[in-house]
């Protein structure tokens, strides 16, 4: 927990918030509020001062000057991973950064301000000051659902998420919020494929040099899969002349993820290692990836990485992935056009989906095409669970995380990037040696050519392993079909805590769909329903 900021006009419960604050900080006060930095990950902790102004941020910025007098502007040219504050007699802000891999919780009620990047912790603070925190019946459902929450929401009613790219002001008892930084997805048409393959090859290059230009570790480390977009961040390290990291890949033993990265590190000499996800033991890990995400996210999401995590005893202050590539350069464009968002999109069971569509609609943002709605539901919302889980090891870094670059990839029209074909062709003509070998995606190899033929060829062999076979060992690093039945300690301890929890949840239209989506569902939509019951059981009033 980088920050824990609380004002209260009440000076008793300011007294007492005071007291009960435990470990080793930093602490300030000012704006009649109390500020506290914990003191460790000093690595990427920034603190600047100047005359009665400071700052304090929290995680990599690999972009833009930490200069104080502070401004608005200054702020909308950077790009990390971070989330800070910037106070002054007058001013006080929090902030958090564009994509949301930094995050901070408030809560706001009767002139009370507790700001937190921890759930649990301004739960405890709050209820301290003697406030009530209820479970948001919205979030509950979106869980069973999407697997992730919408927006701002978190599942206390009364706590809000600071969004990617927002800033809170604090002022004189009153709170306002806006946003410094908003990606869009407006379009330049004029541009060629070379052109935008020479800028692609350019930004990608100049966002990899400023992860690099901060990045202190002697040993490097980079997750390895089947994917194109881990690769290409290889290829930068090769590239550059840089030394060559250490190369991570989890997945079940003998799928592509795991053949492929392999051959690519014999290849290039490269120092491997390997987390088998066999069995899905991982799943039974439950609550301790809750807390790493807040509740925001299906623990089952990224269990896979935590094991890998954990395993590699991850202690290097960066490590590298290749995060949202594929998402940005055509994964998100189902066409060639430029189409509306479908709200339903990306959605992890459809048991429920109609219902919590509904419910949630009131909270959902006015996007205009798929690109955005994607980039802050999926990214923003599902797929940063990553870097939330990373945060007690190391800080998840990606180049195609980058502000600048992700401004440029959404600029591309949807019929160039639509089935990855200009992602294609960057990788032919750029870095052709990348072609050598076969993209997890269509087990095939990453030409233009073809990836049509290799499309048609997998949904036959999709259907031959799901219906003939009746296994997705072959078919995925996460066959959970497989794990279901073989492997009954899974079942067995996933039934065991529904059993244990389902008493929790009060409501009884919301437990009879956890029970339903338990025993009805598949083996990844009973984790969706055992991670509702564990949320509540973490974060449930007491």
């Known amino acids: 927990m980088p920050f824990l900021f609380f004002y209260s006009p009440d000076p008793t419960i300011q007294k007492k918030l005071v007291k009960s604050v435990t470990g080793e900080y930093y602490s300030s006060e000012f704006t009649e509020g109390q500020l506290f930095i914990r003191k460790d990950r000093h690595d990427f902790h920034y603190q600047k001062h100047l005359n009665n ?47 949301g891999s930094g995050k901070l919780f408030y809560f706001h009620e009767k002139h009370t301000l507790i700001v937190s ?75 060629t494929e070379a052109v935008w393959i020479n800028r692609l090859e350019a930004a990608f290059r100049e966002a990899f040099l400023r992860i690099r230009n901060r990045d202190t570790a002697e040993q490097n480390a980079l997750t390895l899969s089947g994917g194109l977009d881990s690769r290409m961040v290889l290829g930068q390290f090769i590239a550059q002349g840089e030394k060559r990291p250490a190369v991570y890949c989890m997945s079940q033993t003998a799928y592509d993820d795991h053949l492929i990265s392999r051959k690519i590190a014999k290849d290039l000499q490269l120092d491997y290692h390997f987390t088998s996800l066999d069995g899905g033991d991982h799943l039974k890990n439950i609550e301790g990836n809750i807390l790493l995400s807040d509740g925001l996210v299906t623990y089952s999401s990224t269990a896979h990485f935590l094991k890998l995590l954990k395993e590699n005893s991850f202690s290097q202050p960066l490590l590298y992935s290749g995060l949202i590539g ?102 032919e003509e750029e870095h052709s040696w990348m072609t050598r070998y076969p993209w997890e995606t269509i087990h095939d190899y990453p030409r233009r050519g073809n990836f049509l033929k290799a499309r048609l060829k997998n949904k036959i062999r999709s259907l031959w392993y799901l219906r003939v076979v009746g296994s997705d060992l072959k078919l995925s690093m996460n066959p959970y079909l497989h794990w279901e039945k073989t492997n009954p300690s899974v079942m067995t301890e996933l039934k065991k805590y529904l059993l244990q929890n389902i008493d929790r949840v009060k409501d009884n239209g919301l437990a009879e769909a956890v029970t339903r989506l338990f025993y009805s569902g598949n083996l990844f939509e009973k984790t969706l329903a055992v991670n509702l019951l564990a949320t509540v059981k973490i974060y449930g009033q007491k």
């Open 53 to 99: 102004e400071s700052i304090f941020v929290e995680g990599p910025v690999f972009k833009g000057q930490l200069a104080l007098p502070f401004s608005m502007n200054a702020l909308k040219e950077w790009s990390g991973e971070f989330s800070g504050v910037y106070c002054s007699e007058e001013k006080l802000y929090f902030f958090t950064n564009p994509l």
């Open 117 to 191: 990047s921890s759930l649990k912790e301004l739960q405890h603070y709050a209820q301290l000051a003697g406030f009530r925190l209820n479970l948001r019946e919205e979030a509950l459902w979106s869980l069973l659902s999407y697997g992730y929450l919408p927006e701002n929401l978190t599942v206390l009613e009364e706590v809000y998420r600071i969004r990617p790219g927002e800033y809170i002001n604090w002022n004189e008892g009153c709170l306002s919020k806006a946003f410094y930084h908003r990606f869009t997805a407006e379009k330049e048409y004029s541009a």
């Open 326 to 427: 594929d998402a940005i350069l055509g994964g998100f464009n189902t066409s060639r056009e430029e189409n509306p968002p479908d709200l339903k999109a990306g959605a992890y069971s459809t048991f429920f989906l109609n219902e919590t569509e509904e419910m949630l609609r009131p909270y959902r943002e006015d996007y205009q095409t798929e690109e955005d709605f994607k980039l802050y539901s999926r990214i923003s919302n599902g797929i940063m669970n990553g870097a939330w889980t990373a945060q007690p090891f190391t800080t998840l870094v990606s180049p195609f995380m980058d502000t600048d670059f992700i401004n440029l990839c959404l600029s591309i029209p949807a019929k160039l990037k639509f089935r990855q074909q200009l992602y294609l062709r960057w990788l």
